[in-house]
C-alpha cells in the first residue's frame, strides 16, 4: 500500500523537507500517524457539514460540549477514541472503518512541477497560465522485508 505523506510541491523547502524526511524513518512515521489524525478531523467535519448540523448540534445530540467537536475537528488532535468516533459516525448516519493490515515499506510523494507562463497586456493586466505536472516519487522508508 503506497501512501501520499509529503508535500507535493517542489520548492526548495519542500524538497529539503522530503530529504529529511527519508533520511529519518522514525519522521516519517510520525508524519504518517499525523496523516491519519488530520484525515480523522477532516472526515469527521465533513460528515457534521454535510449532514447540516453546528458543532452545537452535533454536541447536544452526543450529550457533550462544544468544544469537544471542534477539539476533535482540527488538525494535530490524536487523542481520538475508537468507541467516541463510532459514536460519532452512528449519529451523523455513518459508519466507522478501521483497517489494521501489514505496513508497507513505500510511501509515495507526489511531487508537483508547475511551469508559469506571464503575458503583459498594454492595459496593465497580466495574466498567468499554470501549467501542473504531478509525478509520483516513492520512498522506501523501511527497508525491505
Not at 508535500?7 to 496523516?35: H, M, Q, W, Y
Not at 483497517?99 to 498594454?122: A, G
Request: net charge positive; glycine share 6%.
Amino acid at each position: 500500500m503506497n501512501q501520499s505523506i509529503l508535500p507535493s510541491s517542489t520548492s526548495k523547502g519542500n524538497l529539503r523537507f522530503r530529504e529529511i524526511i527519508k533520511s529519518n524513518p522514525a519522521l516519517l512515521e510520525e508524519v504518517a500517524d499525523a496523516k491519519i489524525f488530520n484525515e480523522i478531523a477532516h472526515q469527521l467535519y465533513t460528515l457534521r457539514r454535510e449532514k447540516g448540523f453546528t458543532q452545537k448540534d452535533l454536541a447536544d445530540k452526543i450529550k457533550l460540549k462544544q468544544s469537544h467537536i471542534s477539539r476533535w475537528e482540527k488538525a494535530g488532535y490524536q487523542g481520538y477514541k475508537i468507541k467516541v468516533l463510532s459514536k460519532l459516525a452512528r449519529t451523523l448516519g455513518g459508519s466507522l472503518e478501521v483497517n489494521l493490515r501489514p505496513r508497507s515499506h513505500n510511501y509515495t510523494v507526489y511531487c508537483k512541477y508547475e511551469e508559469k507562463d506571464q503575458t503583459s497586456y498594454p492595459n496593465g493586466i497580466v495574466h498567468t497560465r499554470t501549467e501542473s505536472l504531478v509525478l509520483p516519487v516513492t520512498i522506501s522508508a523501511f527497508g525491505s522485508k
